[in-house]
C-alpha cells in the first residue's frame, strides 16, 4: 500500500467543516469592523473583538495565530457563549496549522465540557481526522492508525447517520486496508525467516478481521503456504477451497491450487 499524504485527505474535511467556519464567519460579520483590534493575546478586550480578531487571523491564513486568540476567548471569557464556539474554532485552527495532537486535546476537550452539543458529530470527527492525518507508511508502527479506526468507529457508532459518519465510513475502509497491509508486511517477513507458525498467526489475523480489504487474498495463499510448511495439508487444502469460493478469478486462487496439486495431491479438507 502506498503511502498517503496528509493532501489527499484534507478536501473532504475541508468541506465537512465548511458549516461551522461559515457558522463562525456569519456570527462574528456584525461587530469585525468595531475600529482596529490589536491581534494579540495577552490583551484583555470585549469578546466580539477578540473572537472578531481570532477568525481575521484564520481567514488571513494564520492558523496558529487564530488558535491563540480563540484559545483566548475562553479564557477571558469563560461563560460567554462565543466561548463554546472558540473551543470548536480552536481545535479547527490548530487542525488547519498541522498541529493535529492540539487539534484533538482541543476537541477532546470541548466534548468532555459539553458531551451532547448539537456540534459534538463535529468534534468526534475532528479528532477522527487528526489522528487520520498522521498515518504513516506501513513501514512504520501504526499506533496513530490504530488509533484513526477507534475514533473513526466511535463516530460512526455514535452519529450513524450524519454526513461525518458518511466520509469516517470512506476512510475505515482505507484505515483497515492499511492496518491490514502492515499485518501482511510483517507475516511475509515471518515467512522469510521460516517462522512458519508466527508467519501464519499474521496471515489468519488479516483473513479473520481484515476479511473485506483487498490484502484478504493473499492472505489466504499465504495460509496455504505456512500450513503445507508446517505440516498439515488438511489446513492447506481448506484455505484453498476458501480462497476459490471467494476469489476464484484470482492470481492468488490459481497460485494456491497449482501449489496445492503439487504438495498436496490427493488430500482434502474434510
Not at 484583555?44 to 492558523?63: C, F
Amino acid at each position: 500500500m502506498q503511502t498517503r499524504t496528509s493532501a489527499s485527505f484534507r478536501p473532504n474535511a475541508r468541506r465537512l467543516f465548511a458549516a461551522i467556519v461559515l457558522g463562525a464567519s456569519l456570527t462574528v460579520s456584525a461587530c469585525a469592523g468595531k475600529g482596529n483590534v490589536r491581534d494579540t493575546a495577552y490583551v484583555a478586550r470585549d469578546v466580539e473583538s477578540l473572537y472578531a480578531a481570532a477568525k481575521g487571523r484564520l481567514d488571513r491564513g494564520q492558523p496558529k495565530v487564530a488558535a491563540a486568540l480563540f484559545d483566548e476567548v475562553e479564557r477571558q471569557h469563560p461563560y460567554s457563549p462565543w466561548a463554546r464556539r472558540a473551543q470548536l474554532m480552536s481545535a479547527f485552527s490548530y487542525y488547519v496549522a498541522a498541529d493535529y495532537n492540539k487539534a484533538i486535546e482541543s476537541a477532546q476537550r470541548f466534548l468532555s465540557i459539553h458531551p451532547g452539543n448539537k456540534d459534538a458529530p463535529y468534534a468526534y470527527y475532528l479528532i477522527a481526522i487528526s489522528y487520520y492525518e498522521q498515518i504513516s507508511d506501513i513501514t512504520r508502527d501504526q499506533k496513530v492508525t490504530e488509533q484513526t479506526r477507534t475514533a473513526l468507529q466511535e463516530l460512526i457508532r455514535r452519529y450513524p447517520a450524519t454526513e461525518y459518519a458518511s466520509d469516517a465510513k470512506l476512510k475505515l475502509d482505507l484505515v483497515e486496508d492499511h492496518l491490514a497491509g502492515k499485518e501482511m508486511e510483517i507475516g511475509r517477513w515471518y515467512e522469510r525467516s521460516g517462522n512458519w507458525l508466527a508467519a501464519q498467526i499474521r496471515f489468519q489475523n488479516v483473513v479473520e478481521n481484515f476479511q473485506t480489504t483487498s490484502h484478504a487474498p493473499e492472505a489466504l495463499y499465504r495460509l496455504v503456504e505456512t500450513s503445507l510448511a508446517l505440516g498439515v495439508p488438511k489446513e492447506a487444502v481448506k484455505n484453498a477451497a476458501v480462497l476459490g469460493a471467494n476469489y476464484p478469478g484470482s492470481e492468488w486462487y490459481q497460485k494456491a491450487y497449482e501449489l496445492v496439486q503439487r504438495r498436496a495431491p490427493g488430500v482434502t479438507a474434510g
